[in-house]
């Protein structure tokens, strides 16, 4: 089962209902998605995830259109 997080990118600001957000946590077996909303100025820019393990290289994710 995929957990779904919504983040929501306005203004200055990142907004997410879960605070604070965990990303594969304990029985979520990787499979996490992320839905990222970008209002205001935000819809005019690509983005880029990274996401840092604890060990290891950090893994970036496409830019995001």
Known sequence: ?????EIILKQYAAYCKEQP???G???SYG?????IIRE???AE????AAF???VGA???SPSLR
């Open 25 to 27: 946590t304990a029985g």
């Open 1 to 5: 089962m995929k957990n779904n997080h």
């Open 52 to 54: 840092h393990p604890p």
């Open 21 to 23: 957000l965990y990303l």
């Open 40 to 42: 205001d100025v935000w």
């Open 58 to 60: 950090a893994a970036h």
């Open 31 to 35: 499979m996490e998605m992320l839905t």
């Open 45 to 48: 820019y690509d983005i880029l």
